[in-house]
């Protein structure tokens, strides 16, 4: 986050926002635009929804992604030293209404990310609403290849798309 908010910051290429509790630095979230791909690979149904409820054939939808999420260890509800909990779930809330400002004002559809492997961040993702951008066979092999760090996740902001 150092070395990276403060460039990308000046460049306009990305904002980042700091969450404090008291003068305590508990958490950030990093934001910036995308596009979510409509790429279809077979067995796919969510994103076969996207395109068939729009009416012409688009080729992506709009996005506002989040390049980094994190929280300080007292926070991090994974951790059984942390003594609070829920700032994630806050800090989503935050990405929600920066989305739904966008998409009053410019475009925006669904909420983009790169889900970290190493901290299974992706489950918390899905328990929030989030879906993965490839299907569960592509899903399971980009879990299972050590290569891999993220896996690609979008959220629809209208809440059509999702998995039940
Ligand atoms: C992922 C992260 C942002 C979640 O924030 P958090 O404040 O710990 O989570 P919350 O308190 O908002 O959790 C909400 C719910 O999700 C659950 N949860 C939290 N982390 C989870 C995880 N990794 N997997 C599954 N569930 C998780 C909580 O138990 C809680 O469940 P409940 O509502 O039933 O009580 C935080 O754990 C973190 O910073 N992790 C390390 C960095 C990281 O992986 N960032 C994401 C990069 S893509």
């Known amino acids: 986050m150092k070395e990276n908010a403060f460039r990308e910051h000046a460049l306009d290429f990305s904002k980042t926002y700091l969450f404090f509790h008291g003068s305590i630095l508990a958490g950030y979230i990093t934001i910036l635009?995308?596009?979510q791909p409509?790429?279809?690979e077979k067995k796919h149904s969510l994103l076969s929804d996207f395109k068939e409820k729009t009416e012409d054939e688009y080729?992506?939808?709009p996005a506002l992604k989040i390049g980094r999420m994190c929280v300080a260890d007292n926070y991090n509800n994974q951790l059984e030293s942390a003594r609070y909990c829920g700032l994630g779930k806050i800090m989503f809330a935050s990405v929600l209404s920066h989305a739904n400002e966008l998409k009053g004002k410019v475009g925006c559809r669904v909420i983009t990310t790169h889900a970290k492997k190493s901290t299974r961040a992706y489950e918390w993702y899905k328990k929030i609403g989030?879906?993965?951008?490839?299907?569960?066979e592509k899903v399971k092999s980009m879990l299972a290849d050590g290569n891999v760090e993220a896996i690609p996740m979008f959220y629809d902001i209208n809440r059509i798309i999702k998995d039940d």
Not at 130 to 135: G, Q, R, T
């Open 59 to 61: 080729s992506a939808v």
């Open 38 to 40: 409509l790429k279809i």
């Open 33 to 35: 635009m995308d596009k």
């Open 130 to 136: 989030f879906c993965f951008s490839h299907n569960d």
